[in-house]
């Protein structure tokens, strides 16, 4: 039981950082929440906030939405990041920022549509 939603807990969406910055957009929580129940497998969020310094240690873009509290780089247990870009592809046709790289899916709630695939 997570303290902010059923499987979701504020610490996993800390700056790895250390920094302490742990917002989480309600939207985002809610799509994690989503995939959790429809793969019915654990979520490990390896990326969610990222303070200016974290972000840019990491080669962040500077508007990443990991600034803003309002992306999740996710594994979905031992689905394939196709698998889970495949769903949020379907799922969300007109919205949000959805990416694909080799061992995680990023997912964002952006204004506006994104899409990308890591090569
Ligand atoms: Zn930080």
Same mark, same amino acid.
């Given at each position: ?10 610490h ?5 950082? /250390?920094?302490?910055?742990? +917002?989480?957009?309600?939207e ?7 995939i959790?129940h ?7 969020? *390896?990326?969610?906030?990222r303070c200016?310094a974290?972000n840019?240690?990491?080669? /962040?873009?500077i508007?990443s ?6 992306a999740?780089?996710i594994?979905?247990g031992? +689905? ?13 046709p007109?919205?949000? /920022?959805?990416g694909r790289?080799?061992?995680? *899916?990023?997912?964002d *709630?952006r204004?506006g549509?994104a899409r990308?695939?890591?090569?």
């Amino acid at each position: 039981m997570g303290d902010l939603s059923q499987n979701f807990s504020r610490h996993e969406f800390e700056c790895k950082c /250390g920094c302490g910055d742990n +917002t989480v957009d309600s939207e985002l929580l809610e799509i994690l929440q989503d995939i959790r129940h429809q793969f019915g497998r654990s979520i490990k969020i *390896t990326s969610a906030n990222r303070c200016r310094a974290h972000n840019k240690a990491v080669g /962040g873009g500077i508007r990443s939405q990991h600034l803003k509290g309002r992306a999740a780089d996710i594994k979905v247990g031992y +689905t394939s990041p196709y698998d889970v870009q495949d769903y949020l592809l379907k799922k969300y046709p007109h919205k949000h /920022g959805i990416g694909r790289y080799e061992r995680f *899916t990023h997912i964002d *709630t952006r204004s506006g549509k994104a899409r990308w695939d890591y090569r």
